[in-house]
C-alpha cells in the first residue's frame, strides 16, 4: 500500500535552523529540506564556483524566508509528530526571547489540518497497552464483559493518544512501578495521558506540567472525560526547567515522576529530577531517540539516578531508575 506524506514547512532565521532541526531530531523526524538564502547568497559570491546558469526558481530562494520542511506520514503517527512538532515550536519561542529564530509558525501543503485531524477516526482504533490499559476514543465501543481499565483519550491539539511508541513504552513502565495510592507527577504532560492512566491504575493524586497552554487545558478536559476528580489531578503552564517559582508550586516527595519529552530536554531537566521525588521514589523517562539513549541515561545516572530497567520499542527507548542510596 502507498503511503500518503503530509509537506510541513516551518518558518525560521538562518539562526534558528540549527536548533530547528536538532528538535526534530530529537523527536524522530530526520528527513527535511532547508531553503535558506544566507546559504544561498553565500553560493552566489562563490568566485570558485564554475556555472553559468541559474534557474528562476532557484533564483526565488535569494530573498525567501528561512524554510525547513519536513515529510509526515498521513496516519496516526504522523498526526501524533505533528502536535509533536507544535509542542516543540512553542518551546523554541519560549527560549528565544531575542526572536532570534523568526516567526517559528508552521503550515501545511497538501492538506487541511482538520481534515487530516477528522480522519482520524480511521486510524484510531482501541488500543491494549501492557497488562491492565486498554486505551480508546470516545466513538469506540467495547465489550461490557471487558476486563481492562479503560482509558478514553480523543486526538486533539496535544501528543499524547498511546499510538506513539514512546507513549505505550512510558505506559508500561508506568503500570510496572507505581504503588497503589501513589503520588504522581508528569513533566511534559501533553495530553495527560500517562498521570490519567496512574490515577485509574489507582494512584491518589496526580500533578501535571507543559510548558504548551493548549495542552494544560486538553490535559484536564481528559481528566475529566475519565471522570477523575479535579481535586485529584492538577496541571499547570511552564517551564520546570528555569522557572522556580513553579518547581516551588509542584512541590517534592512524589513517589512516581514520569517525562515522556525528548532527549534534550530531559537532559536539561536532569538536575530537577530528584528534588521532586522521596527516597524511595521512582523516575520514568521516555521520548528517548534510539542514538541518544546511552547519553541520556548516563546525564540521568550521574544526577544520583540508579538504572532499574530499559526498555526499547522500534526506534525508541524508555527507562526507569531510583533514587541512588
Known sequence: MNMNW???????STQGVEPL???????????????????????????????????????????????????????????????AVKSELTALKSRDADRQFGRLEYELKNVCEEDWANNWK????????????????????????????????????????????????CLELIEKYFTENCRMLDLGCGSG?????????????????????????????????????????TVMCGNVIDDDELVDSIGADYDLVCANIVADVLIGMSGRFAGFLNKNGILIVSGIIDSRKEEVLQVIEAEGFELIESREKEDWAAAAFRVHK
Open 193 to 233: 495521558i500517562l498521570s490519567i492512566a496512574g490515577i485509574l491504575l489507582g494512584a491518589e493524586s496526580a500533578f501535571a506540567v507543559d510548558i504548551d497552554e493548549n495542552s494544560v487545558k486538553i490535559a484536564g478536559e481528559n481528566a475529566a472525560k475519565n471522570h477523575i476528580s479535579p481535586d485529584k489531578y
Open 21 to 83: 532541526t536538532g528538535s526534530l531530531l530529537g523527536y524522530g523526524i530526520n528527513g527535511f529540506v532547508i531553503k535558506d538564502s544566507a546559504d544561498f547568497n553565500a553560493f552566489l559570491e562563490d568566485k570558485s564556483a564554475n556555472w553559468d546558469y541559474i534557474d528562476d526558481d532557484l533564483m526565488g530562494i535569494k530573498s525567501c524566508e528561512t524554510t525547513v520542511t519536513v515529510y509526515l506520514p498521513e496516519n496516526a503517527q504522523g498526526l501524533e509528530n505533528l502536535e
Open 122 to 169: 480511521q486510524y484510531f482504533k482501541p488500543l491494549c497497552i501492557g497488562e491492565k490499559l486498554l486505551v480508546k476514543p470516545s466513538w469506540e465501543r467495547v465489550s461490557p464483559d471487558e476486563k481492562r481499565i479503560i482509558l478514553e483519550i480523543d486526538p486533539a491539539s496535544s501528543f499524547g493518544t498511546g499510538q506513539h511508541n514512546t507513549t505505550q513504552l
Open 6 to 12: 503530509i509537506e510541513v514547512d516551518i518558518f525560521t
